[in-house]
C-alpha cells in the first residue's frame, strides 16, 4: 500500500484503521469479524490503528488481538474528550484516561495521544446545546495552560510519542491551535465531499475544514483524514437508525445526487467518497469507519485506483459542501 510522510511518525499507509467500526460502534458486527478486519487490514499494509476508549469494545479488542505484542511497524493511537474540568483536574483525568488504554491494549505507551475535545475561546457559546458544552467542549485557557503541559509531560515520561487535537470543533479556534506556538504534532481534520463533520458539528459559523487542513500543512502538523463517508451519509444506506432531525440523517438526503452520480457511472458511493477523500490535497491518510472485511476491501479498493480528476470535478459540480 502507498505511503505518505507523517510528521514526526515518518511514513505511514494513505489508510488508517478505525477503531469505531472494529470496536463495534458503527453498526452490527462480531467481535471475531473484527479481529479478522484488524488481520486483514495489517495484511494490506495498514500500519496505523487510530483507537479510543468511547469506541465500545475498540481498545479490549486490540488488547486480545495482539497480547501486548504489536507487530513491527504497527502505530497505535488513542484519545480522551476532555471538555473543561477545573484546571487542577486536567492532568489527572488525561493521565488516567491514557493510563486505562494502556493497559486495557496491553502496551506501554501509544504513538498519538490525542484531546478529543471541540477546543473554544473561554467566552464562547456554542448554537447547539450550550447548556452542555464543557462537556464536550475544552476552552482555551484550559487547552492552553493545562492540556499542552500535561501532554508534555506523558512524553518526556515515554507514555506517548507525540499528540495532537481533534479539529472538528471552532474553525478559528482550531486554527488558532494550529499557529499556536505549542502547536500538536497532528490534527484529525474533517476530509469528505460535503465538508461536514455532521453530528460533530456544535458551532453556526461556516465549516472550514479545507482551510484546517491548508495551514495544518503550512504549519508542518500532521493530517489524519476523518469522516470519508460522513458517518453513512456518502454509502448507498446508513447502517442505522437515525432520527428525522439527526445532522448525518440530513447529510445523506443532501447526498442523493451524489449517489446518482456514483450509480451513473458504475461506482460504489462508499467506495467513491473514499477515493474522493483519499485525493483531497495535504491529507496523507484517511481514516477508515469500516467494521468488517468486506468493508475493508472496498477502502482497500478505493486506495488502488487514484480518482480521476474529471470526475472529482464532476463531484464538486454538485454543490453539496456546506458554508
Known amino acids: 500500500m502507498k505511503k505518505?510522510?507523517?510528521?514526526?511518525?515518518?511514513?505511514?499507509?494513505?489508510?488508517?484503521?478505525?477503531g469505531g467500526g472494529i470496536g463495534q460502534a458503527w453498526g452490527e458486527t462480531s467481535r471475531e469479524e473484527c479481529v479478522a478486519t484488524i488481520h486483514a487490514a495489517l495484511d494490506a499494509g495498514i500500519d496505523l490503528l487510530d483507537t479510543a476508549p468511547m469506541y465500545r469494545n475498540c481498545e479490549a479488542i486490540v488488547g486480545e488481538t495482539f497480547a501486548g505484542k504489536l507487530p513491527k511497524g504497527l502505530r497505535i493511537t488513542t484519545k480522551y474528550g476532555l471538555g473543561t474540568p477545573a484546571p487542577s483536574e486536567v492532568e489527572?483525568?488525561?493521565?488516567?484516561s491514557l493510563e486505562k488504554s494502556l493497559a486495557t491494549m496491553r502496551v506501554d505507551r501509544v504513538d498519538i495521544f490525542f484531546l478529543h475535545s471541540n477546543i473554544c475561546d473561554d467566552d464562547y457559546v456554542y448554537a447547539r446545546r450550550p447548556d452542555m458544552q464543557d462537556q464536550f467542549a475544552t476552552r482555551w485557557s484550559i487547552y492552553a495552560e493545562c492540556v499542552i503541559p500535561t501532554f508534555e509531560k506523558l512524553k518526556q515520561a515515554g507514555k506517548i510519542a507525540?499528540?495532537?487535537?481533534t479539529g472538528s470543533g471552532v474553525p478559528d479556534t482550531i486554527i488558532r491551535a494550529l499557529r499556536h506556538d505549542k502547536k500538536p504534532a497532528y490534527v484529525q481534520a474533517v476530509?469528505?465531499?460535503?465538508?461536514?463533520?455532521?453530528?460533530?458539528?456544535?458551532?453556526?459559523?461556516?465549516?472550514?475544514?479545507?482551510?484546517?487542513i491548508r495551514v495544518a500543512n503550512e504549519e508542518g502538523v500532521g493530517v489524519l483524514g476523518i469522516r470519508a463517508v460522513q458517518a453513512g451519509a456518502l454509502t448507498a444506506a446508513v447502517d442505522r437508525e437515525l432520527s428525522p432531525n439527526n445532522p448525518d440523517r440530513a447529510d445523506?438526503?443532501?447526498?442523493?445526487?451524489?449517489?446518482?452520480?456514483?450509480?451513473?457511472?458504475?461506482e460504489d458511493p462508499a467506495v467513491l467518497a473514499h477515493r474522493y477523500a483519499l485525493a483531497m490535497p495535504?491529507?496523507?491518510?484517511?481514516?477508515l469507519g469500516v467494521k468488517n472485511r468486506a468493508e475493508l476491501a472496498q477502502c482497500i479498493d478505493a486506495a488502488a485506483r487514484p480518482l480521476d480528476?474529471?470526475?472529482m470535478a464532476r463531484i464538486d459540480a454538485l454543490g453539496l459542501r456546506l458554508v
Open 309 to 311: 480528476a474529471a470526475i
Open 191 to 212: 476530509t469528505n465531499l460535503l465538508d461536514s463533520a455532521g453530528s460533530l458539528r456544535r458551532y453556526a459559523e461556516p465549516a472550514k475544514p479545507r482551510e484546517i
Open 4 to 18: 505518505n510522510k507523517f510528521g514526526p511518525l515518518g511514513e505511514v499507509s494513505v489508510l488508517t484503521l478505525g
Open 92 to 96: 489527572k483525568l488525561l493521565t488516567a
Open 162 to 165: 507525540t499528540w495532537g487535537i
Open 282 to 287: 495535504g491529507v496523507p491518510t484517511v481514516i
Open 252 to 266: 445523506y438526503d443532501r447526498a442523493a445526487p451524489f449517489r446518482a452520480l456514483a450509480a451513473e457511472i458504475a
